[in-house]
């Protein structure tokens, strides 16, 4: 397949556009471009399916819907309600829910709503410091979260790399949260939802599961639910998923209402029906065979990605993962995190760096990088390509200037572009 074949099937250039607004038409195609040419590793990335593509691009993209279906403040919103309660229903029953939310336009917003839920400003929250790889969301200065409420920082230990949840029992005693987080942007291991309820119970807090990044394992029954642990499960649509850029919230009968409100009217006005649409189209994909066999592939390539780096000199941080992720320590090869992610950017294969716990490197250099492998295992790849591409990469790593690399990343690239 050529650039140009992949490019087509990938965006079909729309004749209105293209006539109306060439430049913007242009941009589009340059970004189709792009992608066809390179591989995508950056780990919140994926691509939407067909389907869900097609009901973004619907009818539901001009409706005003504000409120819940039944009770909306606009008229005309039957089709709208049924949509809406179809993704509901389906999202209760793809994570066995009591309850779900599905209109945050982001996972930032869904958290938002569940402080909106739970918290007064002020209460003190405990979560992943950032510097272990909490989400911005989960206490940054320069977020809502770290200006309005009292945010303490569990880690990760420095020998094995894995959640100290001695540290995170022993803080929560100290500081009595009124609710503790748990989940992270770039942890490749399982998290353990029954350790951190049992600490939230000991000390009558909420528990908060952060989840965006593994939703669509979960979906898949790839990684432990947080759903029957957590008082709030905060997901994203559109990372593993597969689905609309979005938030999702699952909670208990009892915070049904609460998570309601807080999502309309305190934290927006009226939801994206065509993403609440998407969504719908997403939730049921993901309890299909066939979404099952990409979560697989993702997992296993993830593992392959790990070990290939690993035998490169690079360091998986807790040794490897049981995740779609891979955050890998490149300080071993004598290179920092922002010239890997440069060094592999240019030879088509797009990563993040990512500051790593106890990183000594400033965080604009950062040591490691971050590796997800959800767009790559939507596309088809699996085990044996991502394990290539790994070698791949750890010979970029090491000298960084093997045109050989580079002609090999652009072949894997367009043999799976345009494939969603
Ligand atoms: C991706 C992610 C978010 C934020 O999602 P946005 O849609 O970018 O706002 C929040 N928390 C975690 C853990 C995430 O992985």
Same mark, same amino acid.
């Given at each position: 397949?050529?650039?140009?074949?992949?490019?087509?099937?990938? #965006?079909?250039?729309?004749?209105?556009?293209?006539?109306?607004?060439?430049?913007?038409?242009?941009?589009?195609?340059?970004?189709?471009?792009?992608?066809?040419?390179?591989?995508?590793?950056?780990?919140?990335?994926?691509?939407?399916?067909?389907?869900? *593509? $097609?009901?973004?691009?619907?009818?539901?993209?001009?409706?005003?819907?504000?409120?819940?279906?039944?009770?909306?403040?606009?008229?005309?919103?039957? %089709?709208?309600?049924?949509?809406?309660?179809?993704?509901?229903?389906?999202?209760?029953?793809?994570?066995?829910?009591?309850?779900?939310?599905?209109?945050?336009?982001? !996972?930032?917003?869904?958290?938002?709503?569940?402080?909106?839920?739970?918290?007064?400003?002020?209460?003190?929250?405990?979560?992943?410091?950032?510097?272990?790889?909490?989400?911005?969301?989960?206490?940054?200065?320069?977020?809502? =979260?770290?200006? #309005?409420?009292?945010?303490?920082?569990?880690?990760?230990?420095?020998?094995?790399?894995? &959640?100290?949840?001695?540290?995170?029992?022993?803080?929560?005693?100290?500081?009595?949260?009124?609710?503790? &987080?748990?989940? !992270? &942007?770039?942890?490749? +291991?399982? #998290?353990? #939802?029954?350790?951190?309820?049992?600490? $939230?119970?000991?000390?009558?807090?909420?528990?908060?599961?952060?989840?965006?990044?593994?939703?669509?394992?979960?979906?898949?029954?790839?990684?432990?639910? %947080?759903?029957?642990?957590?008082?709030?499960?905060?997901?994203?649509?559109?990372?593993?998923?597969?689905?609309?850029? !979005?938030?999702? *919230?699952?909670?208990?009968?009892?915070?049904?209402? +609460?998570?309601?409100?807080?999502?309309?009217?305190?934290?927006?006005?009226?939801?994206?029906?065509?993403?609440?649409?998407?969504?719908?189209?997403?939730?049921?994909?993901?309890?299909?065979?066939?979404?099952?066999?990409? @979560?697989?592939?993702?997992?296993?390539?993830?593992?392959?990605?790990?070990?290939?780096?690993?035998?490169?000199?690079?360091?998986?941080?807790?040794?490897?993962?049981?995740?779609?992720?891979?955050?890998?320590?490149?300080?071993?090869?004598?290179? =920092?995190?922002?010239?890997?992610?440069?060094?592999?950017?240019?030879?088509?294969?797009?990563?993040?760096?990512?500051?790593?716990?106890?990183?000594?490197?400033?965080?604009?250099?950062?040591?490691?990088?971050?590796?997800?492998? /959800?767009?790559?295992?939507?596309?088809?790849? /699996?085990?044996?390509?991502?394990?290539?591409?790994?070698?791949?990469?750890?010979?970029?790593?090491?000298?960084?200037?093997?045109?050989?690399?580079?002609? +090999? @990343?652009?072949?894997?690239?367009?043999?799976?572009?345009?494939?969603?």
């Amino acid at each position: 397949m050529t650039v140009t074949d992949a490019v087509q099937t990938h #965006w079909e250039a729309s004749a209105a556009l293209r006539q109306a607004d060439p430049l913007v038409a242009d941009l589009l195609s340059a970004e189709a471009e792009r992608r066809a040419d390179s591989v995508q590793l950056l780990a919140g990335e994926n691509l939407v399916s067909p389907a869900v *593509l $097609a009901a973004l691009g619907g009818p539901l993209v001009d409706k005003y819907a504000e409120g819940y279906p039944g009770h909306r403040h606009h008229t005309g919103c039957a %089709p709208a309600d049924t949509v809406e309660v179809l993704a509901v229903d389906r999202a209760c029953q793809l994570f066995d829910a009591p309850h779900a939310n599905v209109q945050p336009r982001s !996972g930032t917003s869904a958290m938002l709503a569940a402080y909106a839920a739970l918290l007064r400003p002020g209460d003190a929250v405990l979560a992943l410091s950032l510097e272990h790889g909490g989400h911005l969301s989960a206490g940054s200065r320069s977020n809502f =979260s770290g200006r #309005w409420f009292d945010f303490v920082g569990y880690g990760v230990r420095e020998d094995d790399g894995l &959640i100290d949840l001695d540290q995170v029992r022993e803080l929560a005693h100290r500081h009595r949260p009124k609710a503790i &987080i748990a989940g !992270g &942007i770039s942890y490749p +291991r399982h #998290w353990d #939802w029954a350790a951190f309820r049992e600490i $939230a119970d000991e000390v009558d807090a909420y528990l908060i599961a952060s989840a965006a990044q593994t939703t669509g394992l979960v979906a898949a029954g790839a990684a432990p639910s %947080p759903v029957p642990y957590a008082d709030v499960t905060v997901a994203a649509t559109h990372k593993l998923l597969r689905g609309p850029r !979005g938030g999702l *919230l699952l909670c208990t009968a009892e915070l049904a209402d +609460r998570i309601d409100r807080a999502v309309f009217p305190f934290c927006q006005g009226g939801a994206a029906m065509n993403e609440v649409a998407g969504k719908a189209v997403a939730l049921a994909e993901a309890a299909t065979p066939e979404f099952a066999a990409y @979560i697989g592939r993702a997992v296993d390539g993830a593992r392959a990605l790990a070990a290939a780096l690993g035998e490169s000199g690079a360091r998986p941080m807790t040794g490897g993962t049981d995740t779609h992720l891979v955050t890998v320590d490149v300080s071993p090869l004598g290179l =920092s995190g922002l010239e890997a992610e440069r060094r592999c950017a240019a030879a088509g294969v797009m990563l993040g760096k990512c500051a790593l716990p106890y990183d000594p490197a400033p965080p604009t250099e950062a040591s490691g990088i971050r590796l997800g492998t /959800g767009t790559a295992a939507a596309q088809g790849m /699996g085990e044996e390509e991502l394990g290539e591409i790994g070698r791949l990469v750890g010979r970029l790593l090491g000298d960084g200037t093997d045109g050989a690399v580079r002609s +090999r @990343i652009q072949e894997l690239a367009r043999a799976f572009a345009g494939r969603r």
